[in-house]
């Protein structure tokens, strides 16, 4: 996609097929869209209090409405807003059980979904046997199960499932029953976790959205009437409104900070090869010029660590997936405010700010400055060639494992399909030397960053995770702020700033009038903007460290949280 | 290439063009091979006994000639032939200086190439001069520069080097000269190296021998009439011969491996990204799926590691190249036999071993077992796919890059030149959905062989470097052994068994004659062979451990050459 031909480049004939789609995949879609509507056990519902147009024309704070309201018992919401950093220690300690501690984030789950549309599967009463499984272990045994002993923990659900139609929002592929758990979700399991809903995903997984021709789109947490973000579109709806202790996403082009960042909690994009994507549903599959990652979110940058670590450490996932490399988790305390020295990018050169993320970001180098820490400004590098190349690696393939999933079933295909089918040059199927010299483009740019960071003797860089705040529906088209830390593969945290956009703030200054766009991307990103139309969307950056030094970012999140006073357990 | 079908499958046309080459390029060639020899300082030449032609053809032996006929003195002797692991503490004692050692490995390296013709480049009065400066620096501090403060290291010629030519064996890059050393060069020169040579390597770097149109072809030291190997060929003359005490080979099917196993040193393929191989000349630049690796070679287990050790925890190759993982090389015990289960792959289902090579391989197991080893057979694992796949992947790109070095000075194409330039489809260009499939089958073959290994608690698979010892002059087609580990990326020792081909004991057995070839190449592999044309050839042997677990095989290795008694400085 050039910034001037997009949805345009690729040819879209013989993906579509009505007449197939509706004989012979609809009926399977609606079975299991039935499926879903079971799993919504009676005792958790609540009785929303207008339809969910309603609400989101209104700009309703479902999360805001929890607390309201009361939708919980007071000991659900003491088990749900306590971080999984601590629920694991009470639950080795006996002190709380598997089973109270589902039941608590089963009901917040299933509220969840009732106003964003969260999950594609619910299974609480799976959950629930397993929970007390853990139960009786624990009582046996004198002690838990592994280090993640009873923690509910939501799936994206690209990941393959045991015995559960895994499909990746292809429809073609809800005749795929994996005989086994991915590699992520099987060390999940192993180190004592509790599953019960897998998550909402856009069509091909990559949108920075959420629909697809199963459920359509997850609504935003703070604002039905704005996105979840995606692809792990699902996982935001649920973690940030409380309805699981940590969720899983993946992340290759923006997939898990977007979400993270839309939908008020934290992320981490990790390093390559440290977690597994062995195991699910991709269109990319095979390709390694920028691969997908899998990674933790959350409503604490403990629980972020927590995951990390025991998935590293205990899990060992390089004895289950050859792609992993036995890098061991390092304990790395919280820097001192003074000890950090930050480059802050606030325009990456290709799309504009919208009022809310400028402000914000300004806000938020005002409070780290103040706190100590040596903040320069990143004068952006080379991010349209970096632009460029990964949207050409996404597509490289002429789109080859695209089309072939999508034709199977001839599904219509959704606005942001055709968007990111656009990305590169489309349908045009790239030669290997083609796609070697990308790569030689993509090393050099690594390289360019790493010396950027060593020579200058900066820890990290902070940036937007988006032009803009959670955008409005099928609205979000811009990925350079995500992607550009994909192709450089920097481990990358989203986390919340604990700010939320203010219509009375957010407007554009008197400067807008007359600013001249750079690209059309730009034109049409702040097209969309409108003070009004975003009220309360949290505020969500990213920190991006050195490659393979996850740890180091985690810990420089904790810092800068705590600078920041956010408390994502305690909003309302 | 099929078995069938090979040196018939690629075009060609387009690659030569002997006026232009001759008019434009060779008269560049020749200045070359004028500085190669006045780098051949008089002090340290010795007589030959006769000319090179009539030696090879009485297949003798130089090194025991070196010996033999005392051509250094005694004192270069005990230099030389003391491990570089010991060399470092003598010279950080002071017992030793910079200058004594490199004059010693100096005269043993020049006479080596008068025998071998392992050099492309001599610069002895250079490394003199570093020598000194480092001498001086031990002087004035007191202490050595760095941890392989005054170990003479050659480097193959690949390897970008500062101000000085380099080409890679394609004629088309005599006219680059980089303006900084390559980064494994440059944290090598960091730890206190002394370079004084730069060795050979084929045309294309993708043979396992040595010709090009440099210098043509490297002899074996330990038989003049048989090849050293390759692609590092020049690393396995002069690193056999003793004339550097570590070399720096490079691997992408056998290059490090081969020149060691025939040769008669060791060599690591260490797992990929662990070591830097940027800033080189690469006919695979940008390739991915299969990557290059560098690593050491040398004539003690101690050598190699010392090399890997202060390379990865002082050298910290992370902070240069963003390739790199920062995994410290940790310090593993040299297991007891009795602690070690090995599988041992007699025959790969590919190409049958000829005599010596089976005959080594059950001698080396009968000790091992002996010494409490647990042994079992390795039953070959999709091998055809594993070397149908790799072979595909070298040239995918339809030797797209290799065309256009090659093509630049229209050089003549060697005879295994045009053999890997047929490898896969040869000319055929793959697009990028072809290439992602074989990603996949080859992450597939890396999950199978894993999961073999941890689900049968096997620590190590032990195997022929090639189905054959050092073979004849451009007579080695066969990459089946070596390449396997390749597209595995498992960490691959080779150690020399302290054995040797022997004319009365390896001869092809009875059944032989009526023996049916599996393949084309199975039958050219074995009618090279023939039993007095390899007396003396060293037999050397693959140990190959998990992924990024090269410290368990570097440990092993020791104790494997101590069960077998090997000692490479003590040979005549």
Partial sequence: MSFESFLTTDDFSGYEDPEKYKRDWLPKVEKYRQDLEDGLLSEYTAELPASIDVLASKGFNPLKYLYDAKLLTEEEFKITDTPASELVEK???????????????????IISHQFTNCALQLFVTEGLERAQYLDDYYKEHGKPIGPLHGIPISLKEQMDYKDKITHGSYVSKIINIPGKHGVTTQILENLGAVFYVRTNQPQTLMHLDSNNNFIGLSKNPFHLGLSSGGSSSGEGSIVGFGGSAIGVGSDIGGSIRAPAAYSGCHGLRPTTRRISTNGGISGGAG??????????????IEDLELWMKTYINDGKPWELDQWCIPL??????????????????YDDGLVKTTPPIARGLKETVAKLEAAGVKVITFEPIKTKLAYDTVHKMYACDGNYKQRELLSASGEPLAKLTKWSLSYGDGAKSYSVAENRKLNIIRDSLRQEYTDYLIDNKVDFILSPTYNN???????????????LFNILDLPTLTFQTGLFQDPTKD????????????????????????????????????????????????????????????NLFNLF
């Fill in 507 to 566: 407007v554009w200054d008197e400067s807008h009038a007359s600013y001249t766009y750079r690209n059309e991307l730009e034109k049409l990103e702040c097209s969309t903007y409108d003070p009004e139309a975003f009220a309360g969307a949290p505020i969500g950056f990213q920190l991006s460290g050195r490659r393979y030094f996850d740890e180091e970012v985690i810990a420089a999140g904790k810092t800068i949280v705590e600078i920041l006073d956010v």
């Fill in 328 to 345: 061991a988790w390092r304990d790395v305390p919280k820097p001192k405010p003074t000890d950090l020295t930050i480059a802050v990018m």
């Fill in 91 to 109: 639950l080795a300690k006996g002190e709380l059980t598997a089973v109270q501690t589902l039941k608590a984030f089963a009901h917040r789950a």
């Fill in 469 to 483: 705040v959670a955008p409005k529906p099928e609205q979000v088209y811009n990925w350079s702020y995500t992607s």
């Fill in 287 to 300: 390709q390694e010029s920028v691969p997908a990652v899998a990674g933790p979110m959350g409503r604490s």
